[in-house]
């Protein structure tokens, strides 16, 4: 049986630097099921959402119901500061694993950043890192086929493990992938599949573990 990654599960206002976790503890804590949304694209903003546990994702999707995931987030990751200029919600988010946030307003941010004006410094590098990920997933849709898309999710998500193979943190189906890359669910099965056959890759309880370092082509 392979090693499996243990310990208790992360407490997300831990992880937050000093200045950002005494504004998640004015927040007020909810708690969400698996399959609640907490945001609609285009919805008014406002609100910022530390996440103490779970798992988020954000997403857009298309009237016919196809979707392209922009990233999983959880503990000590926030959402929702794009939107505090007052502007429209820039994606979905909905819960993939059940979840608690701690919810903050924008008028009780901005008293936190009056007394603590660091904060905003701390903000804006986030919403840089936000926009520069924006532009590399852009980058590279356009520039990269679906394997070579699929193999950099891979290797950014993957962690090391004790026994030299790297295993993703939470299980991931190919439909999932397949909404992180920008392609159909078939062609991320076949190109999994190959990865398989080939001893690259190997599915541990649902978790997809990379035994090796992946090829550049497929």
Do not use: N
Not at 70 to 92: C, K
Not at 103 to 112: A, G, P, S
Not at 169 to 174: K, N
């Amino acid at each position: 049986m392979p090693p499996t990654p243990s310990g208790p599960e992360e407490d997300g206002l831990a992880l937050l630097s000093p200045a950002l976790r005494s504004v998640a503890e004015r927040g007020v804590e909810r708690r969400y099921r698996r399959g609640s949304i907490l945001m609609h694209e285009g919805d008014p903003g406002g609100t910022l959402y530390f996440i103490v546990r779970g798992r988020l994702r954000a997403y857009s999707a298309r009237q016919d119901g196809q979707e392209f995931t922009f990233g999983l987030y959880g503990p000590g990751e926030y959402m929702g500061e794009l939107s505090l200029d007052g502007g429209e919600r820039s994606a979905s988010v909905i819960v993939e694993q059940a979840a608690t946030c701690r919810i903050v307003t924008r008028q009780t941010l901005e008293q936190c950043i009056a007394a603590r004006p660091e904060l905003a410094f701390e903000l804006l590098t986030k919403v840089i890192h936000r926009a520069r990920s924006l532009s590399a997933r852009a980058r590279d849709l356009a520039l990269s086929d679906a394997y070579g898309r699929l193999v950099l999710l891979l290797c950014e998500q993957a962690l090391p493990q004790a026994d030299g193979t790297r295993w993703l943190p939470a299980p991931l189906t190919q439909e999932q992938l397949a909404r992180q890359v920008g392609c159909s669910r078939t062609m991320v099965t076949k190109l999994l599949g190959d990865l398989v056959k080939g001893g690259y890759l190997r599915q541990d309880q649902k978790r997809w573990r990379v035994l090796r370092a992946l090829p550049p082509k497929w």
